[in-house]
């Protein structure tokens, strides 16, 4: 029968986004959002922008707001690319560096978006094992014959390599683009990858306004690296959808990225947050992974995991579970604010003594 | 040299949108845009909105603007798939209905992005010829063995197919997916396509908000057809970016369409300046095709429209020009207010006589 599908279109598993149930009002720690509203700056500059201009397409170049992170980061706006969220960028990633059958790394479990993609675009995927405490093994991304991506902290597990392992990854392999996903960077108190984008030629780095800058309802990422790299995501593009974002999310945007005191302030509370749940956690027996992020992995030995999931859910909660080989007794928990975790670890409580 | 770019973004030519100079004060008729400024409504919502909770990811499935759409339109939320802006639903369109190497069939003058697509999609494009008279024959379109694109009305010529010329093209081509761009036809004084969705399971109809509902900058279109295309455009969309509309283009739609009265209003308004400028320009000699959209398209016998653009555009006006076989003797005008549509035949004139 001819249903008019494309293959790809009837035989695609597309990626599965946090669930979002309206049944009741849940504290929501399943999709890495911030617990903070966005900086009271881009409210009052939406609010003064001029809504008579929304007649108007947006600038397809983003310039203004590629002008804010390029002063923050001190790179050159020809270093910079603007996405309609990172994922965005992820997917004309795929489409600009890498043809139809070519090999792609990553690690087995990580962003699993990847694997969505490699389907999405006929890529051959090859995916690394981790180390059995969930670490990525550098010695495995030395001399590669294709691609790489790093989440870098790797997700779901929060894990950090830090900047010299990073720089060995991108040093070892100069033939090869290596494009380190750093959606939860600003949690892991170190460097950013983007530093080291006049070293080598190779080496792309992706961001987003989604976690750090409490922007995921507003879609944006960018991504950083030279210009030739940033010129072949602009050519790929400029083919699929000139104008990707819009005029009130560039003007967020701006306003996000401006407001540099906010977003520290923010990103410290949820860090000392994290650290203060994760301490409270092993004391209830917890294994839990020392997570770099805005997010927390753990496991109990006593519980299964899809049950905690399933009972935090009954009770109010909502965190992520994946029900995947390896991880499938872990769940994933969004640090939320000091009160939702007081509220998160009681809950937690419960469960365990029942 | 391995620059690291794949084939597709080294080899391929992107379309070009629309310029923007910034070096002086344009009357833009470059692009499409509406020259009334979104419903008052829209502004209204957005200021009004809980800018809280744009730390929140966006509703993937836009369900409340699809809500408004099937009531409006009178058909099933399950029929309707929304876009950034109705290139995003025409990129995902490649995808969704077509394998690679696949022929796909539009007309040698239309939307020249489908040319772009076909390209990085890796389709085998025919173009079939216009008359003479830059009209579509629809006796070309009778059971091809590949999907096709038309543009109702066309662009960049704005003539339109009847609704009984589209039917024949869908009733004819059982087989092949047909996709109308609608992103015109609100000014066409015509029935959109979309009404004969659940007669044909191979037609999708695609429209915009970024013409007739004044919100180019907001970056929101929509697609009509059956549950299994709009599931197709699904499946791509959820492989490709979740969360693909942010919140406030969400709520800015929402008041777009419900503000149906200011729509029809400043639709009415576009149309009879169309048909007023229209006469004048004829008067002045030009031939000018009788354009069922937002903007004409019109030559002179005795200056060539390059010059006409250049001259045009050293006094103030912007209107698009495409050096393109077959059309590259005339220029498209957007149909701009009342006031710009004089003072761009005032510089008609001035540019005629000398």
């Known amino acids: 029968m001819n249903n008019f599908l494309s293959n790809k279109a009837k035989s695609i598993e597309p990626y599965t986004p946090g669930e979002q149930p309206k049944d009741k009002n849940y504290i929501k720690l399943?999709?890495?959002?911030?617990?903070?509203?966005?900086?009271?700056?881009?409210?009052?500059?939406?609010?003064?922008?001029?809504?008579?201009?929304?007649?108007?397409?947006?600038?397809?170049?983003?310039?203004d707001l590629k002008k804010e992170i390029a002063e923050l980061y001190n790179v050159n706006t020809n270093n910079i690319f603007i996405?309609?969220?990172?994922?965005?960028?992820?997917?004309?990633?795929?489409?600009?560096?890498?043809?139809?059958?070519?090999?792609?790394?990553?690690?087995?479990?990580?962003y699993s978006f990847y694997s969505v993609y490699s389907a999405l675009f006929d890529l051959n995927e090859v995916k690394i094992p981790l180390k059995d405490d969930f670490s990525i093994d550098i010695n495995n991304y030395k001399n590669l014959d294709s691609?790489?991506?790093?989440?870098?902290?790797?997700?779901?597990?929060?894990?950090?390599?830090n900047p010299s392992q990073i720089e060995e990854i991108i040093m070892n392999n100069k033939n090869n683009i290596v494009i380190i996903d750093e959606a939860y960077i600003d949690f892991a108190e170190t460097e950013s990858a983007y530093k080291l984008i006049n070293k080598y030629d190779n080496l792309l780095v992706i961001q987003t306004f989604s976690k750090s800058r409490s922007l995921a309802g507003m879609r944006l990422g960018f991504a950083i690296g030279n210009e030739n790299l940033i010129q072949g995501l602009k050519n790929i593009k400029y083919s699929f959808n000139s104008y990707t974002i819009n005029r009130l999310s560039i003007i967020a945007g701006i306003e996000a990225v401006k407001d540099n005191e906010y977003f520290k302030d923010t990103v410290n509370k949820i860090i000392n947050t994290r650290e203060r749940t994760k301490i409270k956690l092993k004391e209830l027996g917890f294994n839990v992974l020392d997570s770099k992020s805005n997010f927390i992995f753990i496991s109990h030995k006593n519980i299964f995991a899809e049950d905690i999931y399933l009972k935090l859910k009954d009770k109010g909660i909502l965190v992520r579970y994946f029900k995947t080989d390896i991880i499938d007794n872990y769940i994933r928990v969004t640090i939320g604010s000091d009160k939702e975790m007081d509220i998160f670890l009681e809950k937690i409580k419960d469960i365990i003594r029942n």
Request: hydrophobic share 35%; no cysteine; aromatic share 12%.
């Open 30 to 63: 399943n999709t890495n959002e911030s617990p903070y509203p966005p900086s009271p700056h881009v409210k009052k500059a939406v609010i003064e922008s001029r809504f008579d201009d929304l007649r108007l397409y947006p600038d397809p170049n983003v310039i």
């Open 83 to 110: 996405g309609n969220g990172s994922d965005e960028i992820l997917a004309f990633s795929f489409m600009a560096f890498f043809n139809k059958g070519d090999k792609i790394y990553y690690p087995n479990i990580t």
């Open 147 to 161: 691609g790489i991506f790093i989440a870098n902290p790797n997700a779901p597990t929060g894990l950090l390599l």
